[in-house]
């Protein structure tokens, strides 16, 4: 496995095209990435995670690769984010990258020579094709989904599909391969076993120049099942585990990060770390307030970090308990939002209710990864255009969480300096939006408050991703020890929380904010939080 150092990291997720424009077109590159190095570094973060940065015709944001070994022009090119790395190194800031193992676009020169084939390939598809529709197709087309799509070229029949129709699913075989369906491959037949050397070659490809590692994007949809439910999920991970083998010897310390939590096999891990995604249940009951829309395979529910306060932590706690339980140790990542839903600002959430988030998801014990944007608090932005595939489910825009980044007070928030009607997303019209040039001044501001947790993070063990955490109080305000020498309390609703706590008498508020300590337990002002040291 890896080295250990993913445990004591901070991560900032970058999404490229919204970050920074260094050329006047509208959209953000590496350039604009490289100018700001300092700013990211000022946060005291040493990892960074981009978005997918390949050449691409961006039906899905990037997550359509037609050329997993060159930089899409729009953000530059391959020399450009060689550069970043080793700015960023110099920095003490390593580069992640975004991997779409499961599928690519359509215009991959790997599906457009199979798309042209009279039929299979000798040398084995790369690709899912069958000439005719098994009797247990999948029935749904929603993105996200696998589903049958007709072939649009020679040839004959159909090819299988990971989200939207311009997705087509790489072939890594299936769990079961029936006498009847011969055009199911088994996971080491030819066509699979290409994908997973390309897979190596890839990963390699990038580690030779110095990144750090990947997140993988759909990382377990690999092998495929029948019942169109992924149940190829464990096999998907002995992929992963063959080439953490791999790595151990040609790049031992690069690390690689699922989307979601790795199934439990008994075995080895294949990845190195588990990510609670924003929209799956633990992170949303923690956040999701209704106010980005209603994803359609999460009920809403009252969240736990809601001026009302009447949410649980139950949801979440059951599930860090279940990812830490066979492995206490495992690097777990919690982000404060990300590229595919809501930000952590998210209407009606204001920006009082800021500083019990970050607190938070600062110091539980996780590895934190802070969305661009959310060290200033800016705001997910209802009503935004569909761009890219962002609005992939009614009721489920990504637009609003992908806005351009907000510098200054200049034209377009000092993103770019291109006419406003040609910016990839309109900038928050808000004439009190958050930026980072007034924050900078401000020394009560969220980014501020971000530097600091970061910094005490950093000085203090107890609170980064390794020492344990032991939940005190489930409810309002939330506390919980860190090691045997640290309490972190946070109040999340509007109305004042009392815990009986004994044992804090001379307890230290190390940072904090309306928490009040004595002989028998915390007051908490609403929206309050602390990082007592015993």
Known sequence: MAGDWLADAVVYEIYPQSFADSDGDGVGDLRGVIDHLDHVASLGVDTIWFNPCFDSPFVDAGYDVADYLRVAPRYGTNDDLVE???????????????????????????????????????????????????????????????????????????????????????NFGWTETPADEPWRDGVDDPGPRRNKEALREILDFWLSRGVAGFRVDMAFSLVKDASGKNAGAVAAAQVWRDLQEWLATTHPEAVLVPEGSEP???????????????????????????????????????????????????????????????????????????????RLRTDPRTPEELGAALTFLLTWGSVPSIY????????????????????????YNRSG???????????????????????????DPDPDRPTVAAQERDPGSTLHLVRRLVALRRSTPALGGRAPTTVLHQGYPFTWRRGDSHVVVVNPRREPASVDLPGLDGATVLLGQGVEVSSSGLRVEGFGYGVLEL
């Not at 990510?275 to 209603?294: K, P, R, T, Y």
């Not at 949410?311 to 404060?336: E, H, Q």
């Not at 200033?376 to 761009?387: E, F, N, V």
Request: net charge negative; proline share 11%.
């Open 84 to 170: 970043l790395v080793d700015a960023a190194r110099e920095r003490g800031i390593r580069v992640l990258l975004d991997l779409v193992a499961g599928h690519t676009s359509i215009e991959h020169p790997w599906f457009q020579a199979e798309l042209h084939a009279d039929g299979p390939s000798p040398e084995g598809d790369r690709y899912v094709w069958c000439e005719e529709l098994p009797a247990w197709a999948w029935g749904s087309d929603i993105p996200g989904t696998p589903a049958w799509v007709r072939s649009p070229g020679p040839r004959p029949g159909w090819y299988l599909k990971n989200f939207y129709d311009e997705q087509p699913a790489l």
């Open 264 to 342: 439990r096999t008994g075995g080895a891990s294949g990845f190195d770390a588990d990510f609670m995604l924003v929209i799956f249940a633990e992170h949303a009951s923690l956040f999701d307030n209704g106010g980005a829309g209603v994803l359609p395979f999460q009920p809403p529910g009252e969240p736990f970090f809601h001026a009302d306060g009447r949410g649980s932590t139950r949801t979440f706690l059951d599930g860090w308990a279940a990812v830490k339980a066979d492995d206490p140790a495992r690097p777990v990542l919690l982000a404060t939002a990300d590229h595919d839903f809501s």
């Open 372 to 395: 661009y944007g959310d060290e200033i608090g800016m705001r997910y932005l209802p009503g935004m255009p569909d761009k890219e595939g962002s609005i992939c489910n009614p009721g």
């Open 401 to 427: 969480c992908r806005t351009p980044m907000q510098w200054d007070d200049s034209p377009n928030a000092g993103f770019s300096t291109a006419a406003p009607d040609d910016l990839y997303l309109p900038i």
